[in-house]
């Protein structure tokens, strides 16, 4: 443990004694300080900029207001938890139909989610249909209106599939099994609905559904408006979803419901990408700074920084094909990301060599100068003496 404190302090000390060494040569070289500038900006103007747009424009996403909570991930390739929307309390009003939203996948290209659609009757529902349901509204109609702009979505469900339900539904009695809700659905379909998001955000992307949610009597949405409950569960393990939730404070309708929900990568896949993503350049950066900084070497020739910089391009292929689905747009975040840190090593392979590099300079006695690895003075107590040859 003792050779261990004693390594990593004498890195700390030739690092310092580096970076004093470079502020001398700033100081003695002010020219070179503006050329930095000037090159800096030209490398990363065009990079950096359209990184920072892309912050920008990813962040429109609303905010889910209190209460509203993470879906359970799935189990067992199998639904997670039901989440209930509404009714949140007991003593909310008994609703007729239960209707339960599966989200199921995700598709970033055009921003459209896939949902599973069940709707099952409950018992107090079954001694309503008839009195509900008169010859003019043989059907009930799911509707789903968007708060986005988007157009509604009308799904007829015939009043003879409610009355051959293979079971009452038991929503709004508690925490309801995924298995109960499937198998007891009287009604069930798959539906493609249009989302906002922002896919080019990889992986900070989002997707967002704002929407109400609605049953009634007949297939126009000038049909009388039924009791419902209101459940979401996920089958995607990729994703997280967090769910607004119905608040009984608030006095919420059992008529229409608001089905509001956000679609993210877990934090945890998003911090993995960011991380395997810098590896290349990290390793370049850590090998050349042991190299030719903390153990003092020469300045390295052109052809090794090409070789490091060239060996990090190469890398970087493979990884984004790894790291980035092939159903995102092209140029993502982590793109921006990569395109910053070639830019990064770009420019700082030109300003080491060019900009920075040892010039040709004699000292004291006539010679040439001590200088250490980035064209600083080096104490010369700290040049190691050569041999001389033999004869």
């Known amino acids: 443990m003792g050779v261990v404190f004693i390594g990593v302090g004498t890195i700390f000390r030739r690092a310092v004694a580096a970076v004093v060494a470079m502020a001398r040569v700033v100081r003695a070289h002010p020219g070179r300080l503006w050329v930095s500038a000037g090159v800096i900006a030209l490398f990363f103007a065009i990079p950096a900029g359209l990184f920072a747009s892309n912050i920008v424009d990813a962040g429109g996403a609303l905010n889910l207001s209190a209460p509203a909570r993470y879906l359970t991930q799935p189990k067992d390739d199998y639904y997670g938890t039901p989440t209930i929307v509404f009714p949140r309390e007991s003593y909310d009003p008994a609703s007729d139909f239960c209707v339960t ?66 079971a009452q539904s038991v929503c709004g009695t508690g925490q309801v099994p995924a298995r109960d809700l499937d198998q007891r659905a009287a009604f ?137 689905p092939s159903t995102l747009p092209d140029l993502t975040r982590l793109d921006l990301c990569f395109s910053i840190g070639i830019t990064f090593l770009v420019a700082g392979s030109i300003l080491w060599v060019v900009v920075w590099g040892p010039a040709e300079s004699t000292g004291p006695a006539g010679g040439p100068d001590d200088r250490d690895p980035a064209g600083l003075t080096a104490p010369r107590e700290l040049i190691q003496p050569t041999e001389p040859a033999a004869p």
Do not use: C
């Not at 043989?138 to 209106?145: D, H, K, P, R």
């Not at 089958?235 to 404070?249: G, P």
């Open 101 to 166: 939203f599966e989200f199921i996948g995700l598709t970033p290209s055009d921003s459209r989610i896939t949902l599973g659609v069940l709707v099952g009757i409950t018992h107090h529902g079954l001694s309503d249909l008839a009195r509900r349901i008169t010859p003019k509204y043989q059907n009930v109609s799911l509707w789903i209106t968007s708060y986005s702009g988007l157009s509604s979505i009308n799904i007829p469900i015939s009043v003879s599939d409610l009355e051959h339900r293979p």
């Open 188 to 324: 069930r379909t798959n539906l493609g609905v249009f989302v906002l998001g922002q896919a080019r955000a990889f992986p900070q992307d989002w997707y967002q559904l704002d929407d109400s949610v609605t049953v009634r009597a007949g297939q126009f949405q000038d049909g009388t408006a039924l009791p419902s409950s209101l459940l979401v569960m996920s089958r995607d393990q990729d994703m997280t979803v967090k769910v607004h939730l119905d608040d009984s404070a608030q006095e919420y309708s059992p008529l229409s419901h608001q089905l509001m929900f956000t679609v993210r990568r877990p934090l945890l896949i998003v911090t993995y990408t960011y991380w395997i993503a810098a590896m290349p350049f990290v390793l370049l950066i850590v090998l050349l700074g042991m190299k030719y900084v903390i153990k003092r070497r020469a300045v390295p020739e052109v052809y090794e920084i090409a070789f490091g910089v060239a060996a990090t391009l190469v890398a970087i292929l493979p990884l984004r094909t790894v790291l980035v």
